[in-house]
C-alpha cells in the first residue's frame, strides 16, 4: 500500500483524503474514506488531465498487537477512470 500511496501521490500531488466512517470491532477495523485530486501527473498510462477528481476507498485492517498485520482494500478506479475520460461513463 506504501507503493500505491507514493504512485498517487506523484499523479495527484493534491490528494486529500477524508475519513467518513471508521468502525472497530474485536481485531478488525473498518475505514469509509473520500478521496479528491487533482490529475496533473500520467496515471496508468492517462496523460495529465487537469481534471478535479474523486473516489471512494474502503479499507479492511485485522490488527494484531496493536498493529496492522492484514489489509483489504477496495478503492473505485472504475469510477476514476471514467472521470478522467480513458473509459466511457454511463
Known amino acids: 500500500?506504501?507503493?500505491?500511496?507514493?504512485v498517487i501521490v506523484a499523479e495527484f500531488p493534491d490528494v486529500h483524503a477524508a475519513v467518513q466512517d471508521l468502525i472497530a470491532d474485536g481485531d478488525r477495523v473498518i475505514e469509509r474514506t473520500q478521496t479528491s485530486a487533482t490529475h496533473t501527473g500520467e496515471f496508468n498510462g492517462i496523460s495529465p488531465t487537469g481534471k478535479q477528481v474523486?473516489?471512494?476507498e474502503i479499507h479492511i485492517y485485522r490488527l494484531e498487537d496493536g498493529k496492522i498485520a492484514e489489509q483489504w482494500s477496495e478503492i473505485d478506479l472504475l469510477g476514476l477512470l471514467v472521470?478522467?475520460?480513458a473509459i466511457p461513463g454511463p
Open 54 to 56: 474523486g473516489w471512494t
Open 83 to 85: 472521470q478522467l475520460g
Open 1 to 6: 500500500m506504501k507503493a500505491l500511496g507514493q
